[in-house]
T-cell receptor, first 110, second 116 residues
């Protein structure tokens, strides 16, 4: 699975959009971009995934650049409950496992 | 609650003792994964099952570790002769995988092990 690069930490004000970047310059054509988050003392939670088109669900939006070498997870109206570590992972569809990196620790400030 | 269930949530043991963790996946999920997570690190893959078959084991899974999924439903992870370095959160996840579908993983709350 390709490696990803994320900033170790970010801050965002409550009510504002949180934009979390991820670089995956060595991504292959059949690899998806996944985002998971982990709130303190809980297991990771799936957020969203995409292949090449932008995706949106009730939790977030995923913007993938045209060359697919980077992506951005957008939490449109961040709340205090969005404080968590966010993991960007690239994975072949149907692959056996997720390989987690260090993630980005996002802190939402009141 | 129909999510992934893990038991016990917390376990404190003395070095050298054996411990066993249980994971009940989401019903009808055919894949089950075990991960380990230490403080400040992302989860590390240990092993996974497709139904009852253990298909991959990480090099992290030393011979003191054994995992089973006897009937393709619940799974157990046993650690023999525990060491202080085994102290971690042990996470279980399950997914439904069919063909090339992306099969999101659903994680349990984890079992926290402290070895004294």
């Amino acid at each position: 699975d390709a490696k990803t690069t994320q900033p170790p930490s970010m801050d965002c004000a409550e009510g504002r959009a949180a934009n979390l970047p991820c670089n995956h310059s060595t991504i292959s054509g059949n690899e998806y971009v996944y985002w998971y988050r982990q709130i303190h003392s809980q297991g990771p939670q799936y957020i969203i995934h995409g292949l090449k088109n932008n995706e949106t669900n009730e939790m977030a939006s995923l913007i993938i650049t045209e060359d697919r070498k980077s992506s951005t997870l957008i939490l449109p109206h961040a709340t205090l409950r969005d404080t968590a570590v966010y993991y960007c992972i690239v994975r072949v569809g149907g692959a056996q496992k997720l390989v987690f990196g260090q993630g980005t620790r996002l802190t939402i400030n009141p | 609650d129909t999510g992934v269930s893990q038991d016990p949530r917390h376990k404190i043991t003395k070095r050298g003792q054996n411990v066993t963790f249980r994971c009940d996946p989401i019903s009808e999920h055919n894949r089950l994964y075990w991960y380990r997570q230490t403080l400040g690190q992302g989860p590390e893959f240990l092993t996974y099952f497709q139904n009852e078959a253990q298909l991959e084991k990480s090099r992290l899974l030393s011979d003191r570790f054994s995992a089973e999924r006897p009937k393709g439903s619940f799974s157990t992870l046993e650690i023999q002769r525990t060491e202080q370095g085994d102290s971690a959160m042990y996470l279980c996840a399950s997914s439904f995988q069919r063909g090339p579908s992306t099969g999101e993983l659903f994680f349990g709350e984890g079992s926290r092990l402290t070895v004294l």
